[in-house]
């Protein structure tokens, strides 16, 4: 204390100096952010002139870039939108204001979009994408496709499940759905359990990830996302009208319940996931959630039938193979009936077991199709 080590910002002058040598501008931002909502910086309005210019290096950049003009300079424009920058950063951390530390309080800017959006598109490359592909929908994707977007568009706020063994056309319903939505510039959210799957989806992302779910919630009783109001991330839920969740059906329930808390504090609406309408997807047939050194029991209680709000979920089904169904494939379509009947526990058990008896062709079938698939690939 006599020292003045605890008064002093010089740890964190040098800290942005050596950081400002080797880390991206944005990331020097986010660095000064982090110090403004973490720690107790002195005098947060001197670390912000000496490094201002730093700070704004890139935002000169974009203004050189759009005026034409490489003779630009730093001027109070530039500075006001690193300040726009810093400030949504911040927001994102702690839900605090710059002024909360002495520092200039960015001007709105007046030609800017005063909303947040969740991803870039090109929006005439959308509705040209949903304009050529809705005619190709089967009579029932075409069933499922419309309810959703009438929930969608009429903002009830339904929740669905769409069940759809592999080969009906999920994936292709579901990217039609979010480049329709999409398309109007309107907030939407796609997320998988599996990051494989989220890879799928138009905007994909993981499920943890995006809504910030802890490590342990198998261990919480009442879990919830580390989402802070005033946040960027809870602007964008509160202003969403359509999420889907992929491959669903692998998630313990308290991954749901978290998500549903969240977006009711959120929204503000005591309603099931805060009145968004809610497409989850997946097949109960494959795997359930897994349980460290559970028993069936814990599995079952896991899953996601389980919910307080499944009762309010509608399911809707695809039963078509996209691949009978185009190309007349009868041994695709033979060994998806297969792949059913064990998902379904329609083959015979073998006496006191619980294990299965396969069809003597099942392994037979399987190859040949592989066989037949890297044949049309060569053609």
């Known amino acids: ?20 040598l ?17 720690f107790q ?17 890139d935002v000169l950049w974009q203004f050189r870039q759009m005026s034409s003009n490489s003779q630009l300079d730093y001027d109070d424009r530039v500075f006001n939108k690193c300040l726009l920058l810093l400030q949504e950063t911040l927001l994102s951390l702690s839900s605090r204001q710059l002024s909360e530390f002495g520092l200039p309080q960015p001007e709105p800017e007046s ?33 499922v496709y419309n309810k959703i977007m009438g929930s969608v568009n009429q903002a009830q706020g339904r929740l669905f499940f769409l069940d759809a063994p ?47 779910l802890p490590l342990n ?22 202003e969403c009208v359509l999420i889907v969740w992929d491959e669903c059906t692998m998630s313990n329930k308290k991954v749901v319940e978290a998500v549903d808390c969240t977006l009711r504090d959120l929204t503000g609406k005591d309603v099931a996931m805060g ?46 193979n996209m691949r009978v169904h185009l190309q007349g494939h009868a041994e695709a379509g033979h060994f998806a009936e297969l792949l ?16 299965i008896e396969l069809p003597t062709d099942f392994g037979k079938v399987k190859v040949h199709i592989i066989l037949d698939k890297s044949v049309d690939a060569r053609a």
């Open 166 to 212: 592999g080969g009906t056309g999920k994936t292709f319903l579901t990217n039609l759905i979010l480049s329709n939505v999409c398309s109007t510039e309107i907030i939407v959210f796609a997320v998988a359990s599996c990051g494989m799957a989220a890879t799928m989806l138009q905007g994909g992302k993981p499920t943890h990830s995006t809504f910030k």
């Open 275 to 320: 009145g968004i309408t809610f497409l989850f997807s997946g097949d109960f047939r494959q795997t359930l959630p897994v349980i460290a050194k559970g028993m069936q029991a814990d599995e079952v209680q896991a899953c996601l039938k389980m919910l307080h709000i499944w009762l309010l979920v509608r399911t809707l089904r695809l039963h078509t």
């Open 22 to 38: 080797s880390q991206a501008l944005h990331r020097l931002r986010h660095l000064f952010a982090v110090m403004l909502a973490n």
């Open 340 to 355: 059913l009947h064990v998902g379904d526990g329609k083959l015979p058990r073998r006496d006191g077991t619980n294990e």
């Open 111 to 143: 030609t800017a979009v005063q909303r947040p959006v969740a991803q870039q598109y090109n929006i005439e490359q959308l509705r040209a994408y949903v304009q050529e592909n809705e005619p190709k929908l089967t009579i029932e994707q075409f069933a």
């Open 41 to 57: 910086v002195t005098d947060p309005k001197a670390l912000w002139d000496e490094h201002k210019e730093n700070f704004a290096s």
């Open 1 to 20: 204390m006599h020292l003045g080590l605890l008064k002093s910002d010089e740890h964190w002058k040098h800290t942005l100096d050596e950081a400002a």
């Open 217 to 238: 919630l198998h261990q919480q009783e009442k879990p919830v996302c580390s989402i802070k109001k005033g946040s960027k991330m809870a602007k964008m839920l509160q």
